[in-house]
């Protein structure tokens, strides 16, 4: 919720040290970043509002004015995109000042008006069967499966999205009714779980609830009302924040986004009340998140999930780094540097936004990346407007119409830039304006033109990236003024700036390689802080093979050369099973890539080859056998699978969930099959040495298979394979795979199923 603290009546208990300059106070100039938000700008443009207010207006009684947009708008998670546009419209009216933005955001908050007035509680609600649910949960009836509530699909998340965009209206757009309905909606949640008691309370946490405290803080601080405060704190995941709260590392296993939230609430509480146990918990995440389990793009999980910390090797999928998580860790991150105005902050901030949200957009159309692909050989899937909309398209709707929100920064009187993007700042506290002219990454080039004259010495200071690790001296107009000789410092220049000034200095760009934590020998190219990315081609079907590099243990300087084009570079001889051509990894839009590389000599890849080549096939060849693959304990795979279970427990194990039926206990989910072909069960079973499972597999009602996984590995992750009955999926395209105990036994622990075609 951008421009909080300027709408608040709180004063905050602990005052912050750097604030960012509010988005209409910045322009972007031509580059990257501005075509970006260009792109975005116009989808939003193109969106209906009536759509997205399709299951409000129906679930207050009112008649919907158009049909409910696809994705998961009509598949259970109804609501959040509304609040997501909400902040994307507000934003980019703050930063253009383009009324037809405002319309939008107006029009919305007329239409919750009109459904409240249509429902006497307050409640603003998308998702269907909402009312059941919650008048179970006001008499203390919660039940969850550990991503649901009492079978709606994260239902407080949702409502946090809403709650979200109405305050960013009230704060970007000026839209004082916002506020009022946020109150109302606020009053409507206090009154639902005013009877909880915090066992119940812990219980119902269990599903994801996004940053509801956030929110509740945020409403507090805007109306003063110590309630919404009460019941931010009731936001508390015990089994995950407790932890934190100690300095230990709770997340191997977690979901990866439904955990940061609660964080940047924890660091907005800590702003209103000096809380130091919430900063304390909030500071612990971001590095535990950042230096343990983020990959060289600045994304981090694995099919949604983090895994062990410094374990990432073997972690690269199609399904790495969730876009929202990025959103939220830049989120979190302003919070952070808010408190404590650390570089470190902001070196990260870079890498994220520049080699993750900036790569995560078509800039063609606008539209954006759910997951961001890491594998080799992977290519990036994007969004469309009608059918797809996810948390991440409503994410990436914000993302790139708030480019300009942490270039500058004040802390106190002195000036902080952080990015260096192509941009002009009204600094109208000093009588100023400021434009910077660099075409960095490219170069490192910097060049900042002051126009107007200040009364008095002001400091100007430029962040020095911690990668670059030579001298960076400043220039003022043309002659010497300072430097900064350490990286993670500041390059600070003070003068009584007159028009016309003009600050020039150059930041170091080199080539340099990044190690996997957990594997010296799998690395990664960057020039500057631009993560390189190999191009694999456009060739659709069988994927490339993966490419290697024998580089003897050379510096990367001379095995990696300037192609002539810019931010282009070949290997030179080292590339296996051929020579290669890098560029940004953002500049990778519709080609398939590689980033990161097992690096060789000769000698070590002569004798790994042939293995390293016979894995490759074994992997294609499941692959190229698939009909349907899902992860078990995973919240989206196991939808999109319609998954039932009854008496089931979710865990995780090195980095993976699995899901064990426990006494008398079952689950069920849907499998596609070639109804033409012989079909093969692969289950992955997780050696769990706790139980001693007796169960029965069925696929459309025939048994498959009696099992009790007698002689299987225990505390290690493998496939069990089950050839199906021609009789159960003859002339079918999908069949129902059940699970379930023997009397009252437990079944094992699955992690995932595939069905594949027979050889």
Same mark, same amino acid.
């Given at each position: 919720m951008l421009a909080a603290c300027l709408l608040a009546v709180v004063v905050s208990v602990a005052p912050l040290k750097a604030e960012p300059f509010p988005l209409g106070r910045v322009e972007l100039l031509d580059g990257p970043f501005a075509r970006a938000n260009q792109a975005t700008a116009k989808y939003l443009l193109t969106v209906n509002p009536d759509r997205l207010l399709h299951?409000?207006?129906?679930?207050?009684?009112?008649?919907?004015? $158009?049909?409910?947009? *696809?994705?998961?708008?009509?598949? *259970?998670?109804? +609501?959040?995109?509304?609040?997501?546009?909400?902040?994307?419209?507000?934003?980019?009216? $703050?930063?253009?000042?383009?009324?037809?933005f405002k319309e939008k955001v107006d029009y919305i908050i007329a239409e919750f008006v009109a459904c409240q007035k249509s =429902?006497?509680?307050?409640?603003?609600?998308?998702?269907?069967?909402?009312?059941?649910?919650?008048?179970?949960?006001?008499?203390?009836?919660? =039940?969850?499966?550990?991503?649901?509530?009492?079978?709606l699909w994260a239902p407080w998340y949702t409502h946090h999205k809403v709650f979200a965009g109405l305050l960013d209206a009230h704060a970007l757009t000026g839209n004082k009714v916002a506020l009022e309905v946020a109150r109302k909606f606020g009053d409507w949640a206090i009154d639902t779980t005013k009877d909880l008691t915090s066992e119940l309370w812990e219980k119902m946490l269990a599903c994801e609830y996004g940053g509801m405290n956030e929110a509740m803080a945020e409403l507090y601080a805007r109306t003063g009302e110590k309630k919404y405060l009460d019941l931010s704190r009731k936001f508390y995941d015990k089994r995950v924040l407790d932890p934190l709260s100690k300095g230990e590392n709770s997340l191997p296993g977690k979901h990866s986004n439904t955990q940061i939230p609660k964080i940047v609430g924890l660091a907005r509480l800590y702003e209103l009340t000096g809380n130091e146990t919430d900063l304390k918990t909030a500071r612990f995440f971001w590095d535990t998140v950042v230096n343990h389990h983020t990959y060289v793009?600045?994304?981090?999980?694995?099919?949604?999930?983090?895994?062990?910390?410094?374990?990432?090797?073997?972690?690269?999928?199609?399904?790495?780094?969730?876009?929202? &998580?990025?959103?939220?860790?830049?989120?979190?991150?302003?919070?952070?540097?808010?408190?404590?105005?650390?570089?470190?902050?902001?070196?990260?901030? #870079?890498?994220?936004?520049?080699?993750?949200?900036?790569?995560?957009?078509?800039?063609?159309?606008?539209?954006?990346?759910?997951?961001?692909?890491?594998?080799? *050989?992977? !290519?990036? +899937?994007?969004?469309?407007?009608?059918n797809n909309w996810t948390c991440c398209h409503g994410s990436g709707m914000e993302n790139h119409v708030k480019h300009v929100d942490s270039i500058y920064w004040r802390e106190k009187d002195d000036l902080l830039v952080n990015l260096f993007i192509p941009s002009t700042l009204d600094w109208r506290e000093a009588g100023l304006t400021l434009q910077m002219e660099t075409k960095y990454p490219e170069d490192g080039n910097v060049k900042v033109t002051v126009h107007g004259n200040a009364k008095r010495d002001l400091m100007i200071r430029f962040r020095h990236p911690s990668w670059a690790k030579e001298r960076i001296e400043a220039n003022v107009n043309g002659r010497s003024s300072d430097f900064s000789s350490r990286p993670g410092d500041w390059i600070t220049v003070v003068r009584k700036w007159k028009d016309g000034d003009v600050i020039e200095f150059q930041i170091p760009m080199k080539l340099?390689?990044?190690?996997?934590?957990?594997?010296?020998?799998?690395?990664?190219?960057?020039?500057?802080?631009?993560?390189?990315? /190999?191009?694999? +081609?456009?060739?659709?079907?069988?994927?490339?093979?993966?490419?290697?590099?024998?580089?003897?243990?050379?510096?990367?300087? @001379?095995?990696? @050369?300037?192609?002539?084009?810019?931010?282009?570079?070949?290997?030179?001889?080292?590339?296996?099973?051929?020579?290669?051509?890098?560029?940004?990894?953002?500049?990778?839009?519709?080609?398939?890539?590689?980033?990161?590389?097992?690096?060789?000599? #000769?000698?070590?890849?002569?004798?790994? @080859?042939?293995?390293?080549? /016979? #894995?490759?096939?074994?992997?294609?060849?499941?692959?190229?056998?698939?009909?349907? $693959?899902?992860?078990?304990?995973?919240?989206?795979?196991?939808?999109?699978?319609?998954?039932? !279970?009854? =008496?089931?427990?979710?865990?995780?194990? &090195?980095? =993976? !969930?699995?899901?064990?039926?426990?006494?008398?206990?079952?689950?069920?989910?849907?499998?596609?099959?070639?109804?033409? $072909?012989?079909?093969e069960l692969v289950i992955t079973y997780w050696g769990n040495d706790r139980i001693r499972p007796d169960f029965e597999i069925l696929v459309d009602g025939v048994k498959v298979a009696d099992e009790n996984l007698d002689g299987r590995p225990k505390n290690a992750f493998y496939d069990v394979v089950y050839p199906l009955p021609p009789t159960a999926t003859a002339g079918k395209s999908k069949v129902t795979v059940r699970v379930q105990g023997k009397g009252n036994a437990w079944s094992g622990s699955f992690s995932g199923a595939r069905v594949v075609r027979a050889k």
């Open positions: 299951s409000f207006r129906k679930h207050s009684g009112l008649e919907p004015k $158009a049909p409910m947009y *696809g994705g998961w708008e009509n598949m *259970g998670l109804a +609501g959040h995109s509304l609040g997501h546009y909400l902040s994307a419209c507000a934003m980019e009216f $703050a930063v253009s000042g383009d009324k037809r =429902r006497p509680d307050g409640y603003l609600g998308a998702m269907p069967d909402g009312d059941r649910v919650w008048a179970e949960v006001k008499k203390g009836e919660i =039940r969850s499966g550990g991503f649901d509530l009492n079978g793009i600045g994304g981090n999980s694995n099919h949604e999930y983090l895994g062990l910390p410094d374990k990432l090797s073997e972690a690269l999928s199609s399904n790495t780094a969730e876009t929202c &998580n990025t959103y939220n860790m830049l989120r979190l991150t302003r919070h952070l540097f808010m408190q404590d105005p650390k570089t470190e902050f902001f070196d990260y901030y #870079e890498r994220a936004h520049l080699n993750h949200i900036l790569a995560s957009q078509n800039p063609e159309d606008g539209m954006v990346t759910y997951f961001m692909p890491l594998a080799s *050989g992977s !290519s990036r +899937g994007y969004s469309n407007p009608e340099r390689t990044e190690a996997m934590p957990d594997n010296p020998k799998r690395i990664a190219l960057l020039w500057g802080p631009v993560v390189l990315a /190999a191009d694999l +081609g456009t060739r659709r079907g069988e994927a490339p093979r993966t490419p290697v590099l024998v580089t003897n243990g050379k510096p990367i300087d @001379e095995w990696l @050369e300037p192609s002539g084009n810019p931010l282009e570079w070949k290997t030179k001889a080292t590339g296996r099973p051929g020579d290669l051509t890098f560029r940004p990894f953002y500049a990778h839009v519709r080609n398939r890539y590689a980033v990161y590389f097992d690096d060789y000599t #000769e000698a070590e890849w002569q004798k790994a @080859e042939a293995d390293f080549r /016979a #894995e490759e096939a074994r992997v294609r060849d499941l692959e190229a056998r698939t009909v349907d $693959a899902m992860r078990i304990g995973e919240m989206q795979p196991e939808r999109d699978h319609n998954l039932k !279970s009854e =008496r089931n427990d979710v865990r995780a194990a &090195n980095g =993976r !969930s699995f899901r064990t039926p426990m006494g008398g206990g079952w689950m069920e989910f849907e499998m596609k099959v070639d109804g033409t $072909a012989a079909n």
